[in-house]
């Protein structure tokens, strides 16, 4: 279900038409005890997940107003009242929006006044309709299952999956009516993230959104990502890294290739790279002589622990750590989470990825017999 709707800070939001000016000019109206002098903050996201301050301002008989420059892109920017939870959100464009919420529940905020807003609105009243329906049949489904009643239940899974599909459509169909929102950049980001689409599907809503929301933070993180994936997809060339093995020596990939390489990144605080180990031990004992390599790229923090996996796991293949290296090589690889393996062919290209168990002596015999 929570695929369903993108999270957002606003849930209601209302449309009306705001006068044009040379600058972003937003007029808040704070309803609830807020004292006259209360610090009023607004703030985007900076670069490496950082918060960027834009302006301060107080308020005044519950009224607040920012004016600021035209930022060069529309990504969102945060209202923060001091010492109340939550933040309101809206797209900075030329003009002049108004925002009015209660201090207790900013997320309940009204917002109108320029397109990008308006669009904002629509998508927002939209998903409002469909999580009212997820929220129905989830009180249906809690006293189902307390009541044992089974037959209820699978009913009520199949019409929530039903509403997941619909809410799938929802947002598609949105993005494709709406190729100028900022908006849609982050609906599919979010669909992006959660794997609810391929990357084939989300290429093509990315081509299709105007210029000016391309140049957005969600569409460029979702287009790096998508770099990256080809940058390791099968039938690249893996990416060449170089870094320090257990004797502090630099050890290049290009230098390690056998007929077949394992590029495998893990470490030893990883359980289940842990456990996967005593299936490649065996694999590498297998087929090493016949041409397999193995290069284990660790993402531990601690060296010594590091020395003391190998060890005791008993991994006979090189190895590399060094963390900032690592790290490098693990955003070469876009590598998020381990175990995760590359397996190369002679001349370092990709041939498979993320073979475990079984699979993966089946495809290390298919390639080295």
């Not at 093995?245 to 893990?266: C, Q, S, Y």
């Given at each position: 279900?929570?695929?369903?709707?993108?999270?957002?800070?606003?849930?209601?939001?209302?449309?009306?038409?705001?006068?044009?000016?040379?600058?972003?000019?937003?007029?808040?109206?704070?309803?609830?005890?807020?004292?006259?002098?209360?610090?009023?903050?607004?703030?985007?996201?900076?670069?490496?997940?950082?918060?960027?301050?834009?302006?301060?301002?107080?308020?005044?008989?519950?009224?607040?107003?920012?004016?600021?420059?035209?930022?060069?892109?529309?990504?969102?920017?945060?209202?923060?009242?001091?010492?109340?939870?939550?933040?309101?959100?809206?797209?900075?464009?030329?003009?002049?929006?108004?925002?009015?919420?209660?201090?207790?529940?900013?997320?309940?905020?009204?917002?109108?006044?320029?397109?990008?807003?308006?669009?904002?609105?629509?998508?927002?009243?939209?998903?409002?309709?469909?999580?009212?329906?997820?929220?129905?049949?989830?009180?249906?489904?809690?006293?189902?299952?307390?009541?044992?009643?089974?037959?209820?239940?699978?009913?009520?899974?199949?019409?929530?999956?039903?509403?997941?599909?619909?809410?799938?459509?929802?947002?598609?169909?949105?993005?494709?009516?709406?190729?100028?929102?900022?908006?849609?950049?982050?609906?599919?980001?979010?669909?992006?993230?959660?794997?609810?689409?391929?990357?084939?599907?989300?290429?093509?809503?990315?081509?299709?959104?105007?210029?000016?929301?391309?140049?957005?933070?969600?569409?460029?993180?979702?287009?790096?990502?998508?770099?990256?994936?080809?940058?390791?997809?099968?039938?690249?060339?893996?990416?060449?890294?170089?870094?320090?093995?257990?004797?502090?020596?630099?050890?290049?990939?290009?230098?390690?290739?056998?007929?077949?390489?394992?590029?495998?990144?893990?470490?030893?605080?990883?359980?289940?790279?842990?456990?996967?180990?005593?299936?490649?031990?065996?694999?590498?004992?297998?087929?090493?002589?016949?041409?397999?390599?193995?290069?284990?790229?660790?993402?531990?923090?601690?060296?010594?622990?590091?020395?003391?996996?190998?060890?005791?796991?008993?991994?006979?293949?090189?190895?590399?750590?060094?963390?900032?290296?690592?790290?490098?090589?693990?955003?070469l690889y876009n590598v998020t989470s381990i175990?995760?393996?590359?397996?190369?062919?002679?001349?370092?290209?990709?041939?498979?990825?993320?073979?475990?168990?079984?699979?993966?002596?089946?495809?290390?015999?298919?390639?080295?017999?």
């Amino acid at each position: 279900m929570k695929k369903l709707l993108l999270t957002l800070t606003i849930a209601v939001l209302a449309v009306s038409c705001g006068e044009k000016t040379d600058s972003v000019v937003l007029n808040g109206n704070l309803r609830g005890d807020v004292a006259d002098g209360t610090q009023v903050f607004l703030k985007t996201a900076g670069e490496n997940n950082s918060v960027k301050e834009i302006d301060t301002v107080t308020v005044k008989d519950g009224k607040f107003v920012f004016n600021t420059p035209i930022p060069t892109t529309l990504d969102p920017y945060y209202v923060f009242i001091d010492k109340v939870r939550g933040n309101m959100m809206f797209f900075p464009e030329q003009g002049t929006i108004e925002m009015s919420a209660h201090k207790d529940s900013l997320r309940n905020v009204i917002i109108s006044g320029t397109p990008q807003n308006d669009m904002f609105t629509d998508f927002i009243e939209g998903s409002k309709k469909i999580g009212e329906k997820v929220q129905s049949i989830q009180k249906d489904y809690q006293k189902a299952a307390m009541a044992q009643d089974t037959a209820t239940v699978k009913a009520l899974q199949d019409e929530i999956k039903e509403i997941q599909e619909e809410g799938k459509e929802f947002e598609v169909n949105f993005v494709k009516e709406n190729p100028n929102a900022v908006i849609s950049g982050m609906v599919i980001n979010r669909l992006f993230q959660n794997r609810i689409l391929t990357e084939d599907e989300i290429s093509e809503l990315v081509n299709n959104l105007s210029e000016e929301v391309k140049k957005t933070a969600a569409v460029s993180a979702i287009l790096e990502m998508i770099n990256k994936n080809k940058a390791t997809s099968i039938g690249a060339k893996a990416p060449e890294f170089t870094a320090p093995n257990l004797n502090g020596e630099p050890l290049a990939l290009k230098d390690a290739l056998g007929k077949v390489t394992i590029v495998d990144f893990w470490a030893a605080w990883c359980v289940p790279c842990r456990k996967e180990n005593p299936n490649v031990v065996n694999v590498y004992n297998k087929y090493h002589d016949k041409g397999l390599n193995i290069v284990g790229v660790s993402l531990d923090k601690n060296a010594t622990e590091w020395k003391k996996a190998i060890e005791e796991d008993g991994l006979p293949w090189s190895h590399v750590y060094n963390e900032k290296d690592v790290q490098e090589i693990a955003k070469l690889y876009n590598v998020t989470s381990i175990p995760s393996t590359f397996i190369l062919d002679e001349k370092g290209v990709i041939i498979a990825k993320n073979l475990r168990g079984d699979d993966l002596e089946k495809k290390i015999a298919e390639l080295l017999q």
